[in-house]
Structure formats: C-alpha cells, structure tokens
C-alpha cells in the first residue's frame, strides 16, 4: 500500500528521484541513470530548465527539426518544428517545395483581437445593472491604467468592455466580455491582470452605487479568466495554382488530382469523423511551430477545435475550390500567439527558432503557423488520395523499428537500402534484421 507525501515539492531534486524510486521504480537504479542521463551538463541551462516549471527530475526531450524551402508572400523561410511523430517534417518539406515552384503560399491576418471575461451574478433589475454599468467602465478603465499603460504604447491595450446578460441560460449570471489587443505578446498575463482588476473595481463599486437598492448592493464574481475562444484573431493562408500545374503524379491530371482533392475536402468539411483527423494532421504542422518558438500549443489547440465547430458541427478547417481553371486551397485558422515574453526570452532553443524565423512578431508568427499546418493538411490529403500515407510514412517510421530491434549502424545502413525498394513493415523488418544476423 502506497502512503501520500506531504512536502513533496520542497525536498531536493535527489530527494524527489529517491522518493519516487523508492515508491514507484522498486528502487531500480537504472531508474535513476535514466533520468539523470537527460540532465544537461551546462548546470546553468538545467537550472533554467528547472524552473519553468515545479518538482522538475529530469528534462523531456523532443526532435526539433527544419522544413526548409516555405515560399511565404515571396520571402523564403526555414521553418524549425519540434515534434516527435515521423514523417511530418518530411511531409512539411514537401509540401514546402511543391508549392515553391508553384507561387508559395499567400496569407492575411484578418484580426488580432483576444478575448477575457469576469463571470458574475447579480440577483437585482436588468434596467439597473446596465444604468450601473455605463457609470462602471470608464472607472474599470482608469483602475486599469498601471497595467495597461505600456501596452498602450506598444499600440495594445483594452479594445472594449460589454455587459452580458446570460440569465436565460444560467439564473442571474452576468458578464464583463472584454477584447484586448496585446501585440507581440500572447497576453494571458496582461488580460488576466486587467481581469481581476474590473472584478475588483466591480465589487466595491457595486456596494457604494446610489442607484442600487439595499438588496441589488451585491455581486458576487465567480471567476474573471482570458478565453483560449480566439475567433477574432484569425489568420488565413492559401496556396493556388492553374490546373494544368497541379499534379505531379504519373497516370493523374490536374484536373483529376483537383476532384480527388475537392472530394477529400468535401469529407472532413461534412463528416466529423474524418474532420477530426484532417484537422489533426493540420495541428501536426501547427504545435510544432507553436512548441518549437516557445507558445502555448494547449491553448492554441483548445481555440483552434472550438473554431472548428463553431457553426454547431465539428467540420474542417480547410477549404478547396476551383474557380476558372484555378485550384485554390486554404485555411483560416485563430492564433493567439506571442514573439515576446514567456518563454520567448528564456529558452534558448526558442530564441534560436525565432531568430531563424527572422525575429517575425507575432502576426508574421501567425502567418507561418498557419502556412505550416496548410502544408501538412496539403501533404497528407496528397499522400491519402493516392499512394495511401503508409507507404510514406513506414518508410520514415523505419527508424523507429530499427531502433526498437537494436539495430546497429551497419545493419540499419542495410536495412534502408533494402526498404527503398521494399514495403516496410513491422513483422518484416524483424525477419530481415533475423536474416542479417544469422
Ligand atoms: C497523422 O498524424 C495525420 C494524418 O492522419 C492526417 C490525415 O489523415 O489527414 C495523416
């Protein structure tokens, strides 16, 4: 029978692995050579590793990668990506040189604004509240001024304050819908700091408005939080070329390429099931530009499936079309992202991510996201409606296999010459691997 800890979180490092070998590892000693072997040499680096976040142990690697050749509005980037899942970098790079030779991919930000709520009730008049809440904002907005002061000068800051009635879903339950704009920055701190100062201003205003009787004298905030809900800071890439251009597959045209395409699009657009994974396919590109430069890859992927069923049905989030002998495909898509502060500032690797991007802000940084995630969408559609993607995609799994069987580097030298012209699988690989070692 296991016991609680108390007090987990102040013993040292050693004391933790000790703890957790102990109690969970049956003491195994390789245990601990595991988690120490990803410690980082440079105690500085692992310190800072360390304290992003609580009762660190060890350090979490994945892949961070490059899928170069992304043709953006006519200016070439490398685009780095962290992610553990082959085959997406290969697929990014392939999509990336597809669409260079054919114009590149084309974007639009299409807004910027972010969204925060305080959430409260109030049990008195309608007709009440909102007279109160036209004397309330301008106070809400001048109590916020020592936070909002600089943002303001980096052009950001409150956009608007509504009141919201939603009485007739939950009884007495008002909101405070704010917008922001927060530039650069993703701006959870920024909303979530303004928040909580209107729910404060909020409460004692209310218990001193001469309007209000003795019994409407109160209000009581159930929470105040920035939405992950971004549908107003949406960004849109597309790529598009003639017909003629589109296929580059022996024994399909463009134009039968194009109906394929349409058709699988048409699919994700109306049946749930398939969006699901088309649209993951999309986040596959999506998260590992987000992680890669340091962003919140939880929050982007919480607003990017709301948005994808916010006409009541999860659907896609990509679109194809042809107009006059034109192919035409895009996505739009919310990003809620920052070049500048958490982690941007702080870790290493991202900085040299962002430095690879050319130092973008935060709507350049938008733009390629979404251009990163319309070119894994592409790549993967491309691959289902002809070859199938096993095909591809056990070719880069290989590896994996390979190293699952121990495989030394002779072998697996062998083993990928062997597979260019073999079909990859599971069972196989380990007969070839027995074959060679007889
Ligand atoms: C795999 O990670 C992603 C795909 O399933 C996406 C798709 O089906 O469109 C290949």
């Not at 200016?75 to 669409?99: D, N, Q, Y």
Request: charged share 25%.
């Amino acid at each position: 029978m296991k016991e609680p800890i108390s007090g987990f979180s102040k013993l040292t490092k050693e004391e933790k692995i000790n703890w957790l070998t102990k109690t969970y590892l049956n003491d195994d000693p390789k245990a601990v050579d595991i988690l120490k072997q990803y410690w980082n040499k440079n105690e500085k680096l692992q310190q800072l590793h360390e304290e992003f976040t609580e009762n660190t142990i060890s350090n979490y690697y994945l892949p961070f990668g490059i899928a170069p050749n992304f043709l953006i509005n006519d200016e070439l980037f490398a685009i780095p990506m962290a992610i553990e899942e082959s085959s997406v970098i290969a697929a990014a790079s392939k999509a990336a040189k597809f669409w260079r030779s054919r114009g590149g991919f084309k974007t639009e930000v299409i807004d910027t604004v972010k969204v925060g709520q305080v959430h409260f009730i109030y049990e008195g008049s309608e007709e009440k509240l909102e007279l109160f809440f036209n004397h309330l904002e301008p106070k809400l907005r001048a109590a916020a001024i020592p936070i909002t002061k600089n943002m303001e000068k980096r052009g950001g800051g409150i956009k608007s304050i509504e009141l919201r009635d939603r009485t007739t879903e939950i009884d007495n339950y008002y909101q405070l819908h704010c917008s922001f704009e927060t530039v650069d920055s993703m701006g959870a701190n920024f909303i979530n700091s303004c928040l909580e100062k209107f729910a404060e201003v909020l409460e004692k205003e209310v218990a001193v408005w001469e309007g209000f009787n003795e019994k409407e004298r109160h209000i009581e905030v159930v929470m105040s939080i920035l939405s992950n809900y971004v549908p107003e800071c949406v960004v849109r890439a597309e790529v598009c070329c003639p017909l003629d251009d589109l296929s580059d597959e022996p024994n399909l045209s463009g134009e039968q390429f194009a109906q394929k395409f349409l058709r699988a699009v048409k699919i994700a657009e109306t049946e749930p099931f398939r969006a699901v994974t088309h649209n993951k396919g999309i986040m596959n590109g999506i998260d590992a530009v987000v992680l890669a430069t340091g962003n919140d890859f939880r929050a982007i992927e919480a607003g990017v499936h709301a948005y994808a069923a916010k006409d009541g049905q999860y659907s896609s989030l990509t679109h194809a079309r042809v107009e006059n002998g034109i192919f035409k495909f895009w996505i739009e898509v919310p990003l809620a992202l920052g070049t500048v502060g958490g982690l941007t500032s702080l870790h290493p690797l991202v900085k040299l991510a962002i430095e690879v991007l050319g130092h973008p802000n935060a709507r350049k940084l938008m733009e390629i996201v979404a251009v990163a995630g319309l070119a894994q969408n592409f790549a993967a559609i491309k691959s289902l409606i002809t070859t199938g993607i096993q095909k591809g995609h056990m070719k880069m799994h290989l590896m994996n296999i390979l190293n699952q069987h121990h495989a030394t580097l002779d072998e697996k030298e062998k083993l990928i010459e062997y597979y260019k012209t073999n079909i990859v699988s599971h069972s196989d690989v380990a007969v070839q691997l027995e074959k060679l070692r007889q």
